[in-house]
């Protein structure tokens, strides 16, 4: 299975969707949201998704409702519009790593195997996890670490990586793992190595640039009563999608008009939705998904 999609009914029925509506699935992967999304449109229905992972490709579907592009979704306005599509009925994203992703060794996105430092999620990414780990300065190392991995050991694991470093580069999944194995105690290793992997993947795909590129153009793409599904993984993306649903912005208070009326482009659709426990007890990688859905006013 390439990827399991995650709260699949409960994300496609966010969208509401119309027979008709033009939709966008912007994070493709194996495909399992957007088959989902075909089979409630009608003849006249289109739907565009998006994905900058090259393997993705081979999961294309036949259909001459659906278009796939091979893009980072920061650029979904940018497509579109060359596709002639200016407004569309919904979007849907699931910000996590594709199970294939994981499951790819030689990717280096999981703590399971020992592989090159890669982490990109499109080949054609100048920036790898190498490159973080065996360029940055120690305050760039240590905020990527405490950032994106709410690590409180940053500040001396990147005192730890830049002293090996100078001996010799780091490599390997398993030399980084080596390096910093005094900070991996027995019983919690695998997640604080899960943090440290998460942090520098963060770094490597800019993924909270993106989200917050993503989120900015959604506003205007989206015709009125027109749906937002989004599906999170960690709190750092969470804390984004519910800041912008709830304020249309990601820091501080909603702008208020000159009544003190308060301006956002979106409302709550419902609350927070997490998969049941079935389905996390088939696809033990959907316990950590929260997804939240907004219309657009």
Known sequence: ????????????????????????????????????????????????????????????????RFMLINENFRFVTQFLKFYGIRKVDGILADFGVSSHQFDTAERG??????????????????????????????????????????????NAMAKVILTQREQSPIKT????????????????????????YQAIRIEVNQEISVIKEFFLQTPDLLDAGGRLSIISYHSLEDRLVKRYIRAGRFEGEPEKDFYGNIDV??????????????????????????????ERI
């Open 1 to 64: 299975m390439y990827h399991n999609p995650v709260v699949l009914r409960e994300s496609v029925d966010g969208l509401n969707i119309k027979k008709d509506g033009v939709y966008v699935d912007v994070t493709f992967g194996g495909g399992g949201h957007s088959q989902e999304i075909l089979k409630r449109l009608g003849g006249e229905g289109k739907l565009f998704a998006f994905d900058q992972d090259e393997d993705a490709l081979e999961n294309t579907m036949d259909d001459e």
């Open 109 to 154: 996105f999981s703590t399971r195997f020992a592989s090159s430092l890669d982490m990109r999620m499109s080949k054609r990414n100048a920036l790898s996890a190498y490159e973080v780990v065996n360029t940055y300065d120690y305050d760039e190392l240590r905020r990527v670490l405490f950032q994106y991995g709410d690590l409180r050991n940053a």
């Open 173 to 196: 999944t398993k030399h980084l793992k080596e390096v910093l194995q005094q900070f991996l105690p027995k019983g919690r290793e695998h997640k604080i190595l899960a943090q440290i």
């Open 265 to 294: 482009p979106f409302k709550k659709v419902g609350g927070l939705i997490v998969p049941s426990k079935e389905e996390i007890a088939q696809n033990n990688r959907a316990r950590s998904a929260k997804l939240r859905i907004a």
